[in-house]
């Protein structure tokens, strides 16, 4: 279920805000990212406990940023991940994944499906608000870098589409 859809509170500071949707089961945890989040002028946050919602919002709101609990209800993290790979890859939205510590091996799906960082579901919302400024960092970087990179792409893709056997 979609929250603050009605009354989210939208802060406008100097430079680019970023957009952050927060996609957590807890609705009270999700509460409590955003509440830390929104202590940045800069950041515009809603958040959702419904993995299903998350497209509709990209595709009406486009947020920058998506904290993404992996263990969500309905649709899997990594079935997330692997729909919005085209963003992820033209670097117009950095997805940073939440799972359980000790989940090895969801942690390195996560990066491997694009994420730009994986963390414990059980992080400080505090702490998120770091997580949020490298990342809105890193798609500073990244949309700066759009236009060199574009050149280097095809070759890239190359490389990455070869069969393993060819690499090595």
Avoid at 23 to 30: F, G, M, N, S, V
Avoid at 58 to 84: C, E, Q, T
Wanted: a neutral charge.
């Amino acid at each position: 279920m979609l929250h603050n859809s009605k009354n989210y509170k939208t802060h406008r500071g100097t430079g680019r805000d970023l957009k952050i949707l927060v996609a957590y089961d807890l609705p009270t945890r999700a509460s409590a990212f955003e509440e830390a989040l929104n202590a940045n002028p800069n950041f515009i946050v809603r958040t959702t406990s419904d993995a299903r919602e998350i497209e509709p919002l990209f595709n009406k709101w486009h947020f920058d940023i998506l904290f993404l609990d992996m263990h969500m209800a309905h649709l899997p993290g990594s079935i997330v991940l692997a729909h919005f790979s085209r963003a992820i890859k033209a670097k117009e939205l950095a997805v940073i994944a939440m799972c359980n510590v000790d989940d090895f091996a969801m942690l390195e799906r996560a990066l491997v499906l694009g994420a730009l960082d994986a963390c414990a579901i059980n992080i400080p919302p505090a702490e998120a608000m770091g997580r949020a400024h490298a990342a809105g960092r890193w798609l500073k970087i990244k949309s700066s870098q759009k236009i060199s990179d574009s050149g280097d792409k095809a070759d890239i893709d190359s490389i990455t589409t070869m069969p393993f056997s060819m690499l090595g």
